[in-house]
């Protein structure tokens, strides 16, 4: 009996994973997701669009890469590939040619661009989900507490299927505490700071850290007190998920195992 039921479930993975496999997947790259502005970002705000073509209401990643705010290209995460899933990978301004306002309004206009565009690619907008790596996280973070960067865009905010931020700052942006004269070691919670905008209505909020021994410079325990500020707040659906072993960059690659387990959930697959 043990033995059929085992049976059974290497079969029904395979015939998933067959199927997955047999999706075509086109690309569609450096998409401008703004038509006017500085040359320099003419340049940076462009976007890729990674889909599965002739699939209809599929759920949608859009990822803001990693770099310190500073550094760093969009690209498609190897792991998110051939999953049923449609990927936006997002450019935006990096410190010091703009300000961190101006990165936060990238991140908020690639998002608007997508719910405005997705279906024309057959995508949904109900199934679109933000998330990012380090610098990446803290994007995901801002515009999905802050709902002002999207109102800007005629976006609610709590549209977003759910946030899932990757090692990502909670407090105030090292980058933009360095601007301001502040030694890495003093953190600060201001407006520039997912913690102060901790509210009981945001979308579903999956947090990934790497080991708290490993991470970069109490980033598991800043995020462990966005954690329980979310859930003292009064919302629901806030997770927390310390990856032991991993530091700040090798973290990113298991966390997406989280990703897709909680966007299967949510999607109700």
Same mark, same amino acid.
């Given at each position: 009996?043990?033995?059929?039921?085992?049976?059974?479930?290497?079969?029904?993975?395979?015939?998933?994973?067959?199927?997955?496999?047999?999706?075509? /997947?086109? +690309?569609?790259?450096? *998409?401008?997701?703004?038509?006017?502005?500085?040359?320099?970002?003419?340049?940076?705000?462009?976007?890729?669009?990674?889909?599965?073509?002739?699939?209809?209401?599929? $759920?949608? +990643?859009? %990822?803001?890469?990693?770099? $310190?705010?500073?550094?760093?290209?969009?690209?498609?995460?190897?792991?998110?590939?051939?999953?049923?899933?449609?990927?936006?990978?997002?450019?935006? @301004?990096?410190?010091?040619?703009?300000?961190?306002? #101006?990165? *936060?309004?990238?991140?908020?206009?690639?998002?608007? %661009?997508?719910?405005?565009?997705?279906?024309?690619?057959?995508?949904?907008?109900? @199934? *679109?989900?933000?998330?990012? &790596?380090?610098?990446? =996280?803290?994007?995901?973070?801002?515009? =999905?507490?802050?709902?002002? !960067?999207?109102?800007?865009?005629? *976006?609610?905010?709590?549209?977003?299927?759910?946030?899932?931020?990757?090692?990502?700052?909670?407090?105030?942006?090292?980058?933009?505490?360095?601007?301001? $004269?502040?030694?890495?070691?003093?953190?600060?919670?201001?407006?520039?700071?997912?913690?102060?905008? +901790?509210?009981? #209505?945001?979308?579903?909020?999956?947090? +990934?850290?790497? #080991?708290?021994?490993?991470?970069?410079?109490?980033?598991?325990?800043?995020?462990?007190?966005? !954690?329980?500020?979310?859930?003292?707040?009064?919302?629901?659906?806030? /997770?927390?998920?310390?990856?032991? =072993?991993?530091? &700040? $960059?090798?973290?990113?690659?298991?966390?997406?195992?989280?990703?897709?387990?909680?966007? @299967? @959930?949510?999607? =109700?697959?």
């Amino acid at each position: 009996m043990i033995k059929s039921y085992i049976l059974f479930v290497f079969f029904f993975i395979s015939a998933i994973l067959s199927a997955q496999e047999s999706i075509n /997947y086109a +690309v569609v790259k450096d *998409i401008p997701y703004r038509t006017t502005g500085d040359p320099y970002g003419l340049e940076r705000c462009k976007l890729d669009v990674y889909y599965p073509e002739n699939g209809k209401d599929f $759920g949608t +990643v859009v %990822w803001f890469h990693g770099g $310190g705010l500073s550094g760093g290209s969009k690209f498609i995460p190897e792991e998110l590939k051939n999953s049923g899933l449609a990927v936006v990978a997002v450019n935006y @301004r990096l410190l010091p040619k703009c300000s961190i306002k #101006d990165c *936060i309004d990238d991140a908020a206009a690639a998002v608007a %661009w997508t719910f405005k565009t997705i279906e024309e690619y057959g995508g949904s907008r109900q @199934r *679109i989900f933000v998330s990012g &790596h380090s610098a990446g =996280g803290y994007l995901t973070n801002m515009i =999905g507490l802050d709902k002002k !960067w999207l109102q800007v865009y005629g *976006i609610d905010a709590d549209s977003i299927a759910a946030l899932i931020p990757f090692s990502g700052h909670a407090i105030s942006h090292f980058a933009y505490r360095e601007s301001l $004269g502040m030694k890495e070691t003093q953190p600060s919670i201001d407006e520039f700071a997912p913690l102060y905008y +901790v509210r009981p #209505d945001a979308p579903p909020l999956i947090i +990934v850290s790497g #080991d708290r021994e490993m991470e970069m410079l109490g980033r598991y325990e800043e995020n462990a007190y966005f !954690w329980r500020m979310m859930k003292v707040a009064g919302h629901k659906e806030t /997770y927390i998920y310390e990856l032991d =072993g991993y530091d &700040h $960059g090798s973290m990113a690659a298991p966390a997406f195992h989280i990703l897709k387990n909680h966007v @299967r @959930r949510i999607l =109700g697959e």
